[in-house]
C-alpha cells in the first residue's frame, strides 16, 4: 500500500522559515517524480516546486525559486519542502505526490500526472 504522509506545517509569522516533510511508504522515492503542490481554498491546486527520480533534478515554479527548495532522503525514503521568508500569500495547504516509477530524469510539473497524494498539511503565514 502506497502511502505519503506530510508533516511539518503550521502557524507563522511573515518572514519565518517552515520545512515540510513527506514520509513515503511502499515506493522508493528516488524512482519517482516527487512534487509539491499547495491549494487555497477556493482556488486550484498549483505546483511550487519537485524533484525528479534517479540524480534527483530539481525544478520551481517561477514564484518559488529564489525562496524554496526541494531534497531527497533517499535513506529516509523523505522529500522535503524547505519554505523561507515566507508572506501571507503562501498561506495554503501543501501537498506531497508521486507519479507512476518512471527512469524519466524530469520533474512533472501538472498534477494529471501524479498517482498518488497525501492527505495535506496547513501553512497559515500571518502578517
Known amino acids: 500500500q502506497v502511502q505519503l504522509v506530510e508533516s511539518g506545517g503550521g502557524l507563522v509569522q511573515t518572514g519565518d522559515s517552515l520545512r515540510l516533510s513527506c514520509a513515503a511508504s511502499?515506493?522508493?522515492?528516488?524512482?519517482?517524480?516527487m512534487g509539491w503542490f499547495r491549494q487555497t481554498l477556493g482556488k486550484e491546486r498549483e505546483f511550487v516546486g519537485g524533484i525528479s527520480a534517479g540524480v534527483g533534478k530539481t525544478t520551481y515554479a517561477g514564484s518559488a525559486k529564489d525562496r524554496f527548495t526541494v531534497s531527497r532522503d533517499n535513506a529516509k525514503n523523505t522529500v522535503y519542502l524547505q519554505m523561507n521568508n515566507l508572506k501571507p500569500h503562501d498561506t495554503a495547504t501543501y501537498y506531497c505526490?508521486?507519479?507512476?516509477?518512471?527512469?524519466?530524469?524530469?520533474?512533472?510539473?501538472?498534477?494529471?500526472?501524479?498517482?498518488?497524494w497525501g492527505a495535506g498539511t496547513q501553512d497559515t503565514v500571518s502578517t
Open positions: 505526490a508521486a507519479d507512476q516509477a518512471t527512469f524519466s530524469l524530469f520533474v512533472r510539473r501538472a498534477d494529471s500526472e501524479y498517482v498518488h
Open positions: 511502499g515506493i522508493t522515492t528516488s524512482r519517482h517524480s
